[in-house]
């Protein structure tokens, strides 16, 4: 399959569980990840805002903060392509951007150095066992990751994993794959 057949495919996969699914599974990855080795060494994580059909991340968040732990989200620069990360402190600090999605607003939030994150979870529709994926398409994660020194992961379910996804030269595997079941 190409890449544009699986990542159409896992939309509609997520498009597709239902609520009670969505939380069981969404509960199951946030104990995966909370109970990792990963997730106990940073002090500092990096993780998008969810939307829509993605994991939810807001329950991340909340036990990032209540474990002490610094929480980083991105900025899209649409023009660059880039991402910057900045200092999360509250929901508050969040503003809706294109697309709808949640940002960090700039004007009442800190960036964050790229080195400073010791752990970065990364978004995807599509996953493979070497860590390769297939986001959205807008190749801001790989520019992201292409100097990216610490550590990485991404939250998947297990029917987000395929047996190969076509990579290219410029395509960062993460380290770290968490399913609810397992991760590795």
């Not at 599974?25 to 997730?39: A, F, N, R």
């Not at 990096?46 to 939810?56: F, K, N, P, R």
């Not at 200092?87 to 809706?96: A, C, D, G, I, R």
Request: glycine fraction near 4%; proline fraction near 5%.
């Amino acid at each position: 399959m190409t890449k544009a057949e699986l990542r159409a495919n896992s939309i509609e996969f997520l498009k597709g569980i239902s609520k009670e699914d969505r939380y069981i599974t969404e509960k199951k990855l946030k104990d995966q990840l909370i109970s990792s080795s990963i997730w106990e060494q940073a002090t500092t994580i990096g993780l998008t805002v969810s939307q829509a059909m993605e994991w939810d991340t807001k329950p991340i968040i909340e036990e990032a903060w209540k474990a002490g732990k610094t929480v980083c989200v991105p900025k899209c620069s649409p023009k660059e392509k880039m991402l910057t990360f900045y200092k999360l402190e509250s929901f508050n600090q969040l503003e809706v951007v294109y697309y709808n999605l949640l940002e960090p607003n700039p004007t009442v939030t800190q960036s964050v150095a790229k080195m400073e994150i010791q752990l970065l979870l990364v978004p995807g529709l599509v996953f493979d066992k070497r860590g390769y994926r297939i986001g959205f398409g807008g190749g801001y994660y790989d520019r992201y990751l292409a100097d990216y020194p610490n550590v990485t992961a991404s939250l998947m379910h297990s029917e987000q994993l395929v047996d190969q996804v076509p990579a290219e030269s410029f395509d960062i595997p993460v380290q770290h794959i968490i399913t609810a079941e397992k991760s590795w």
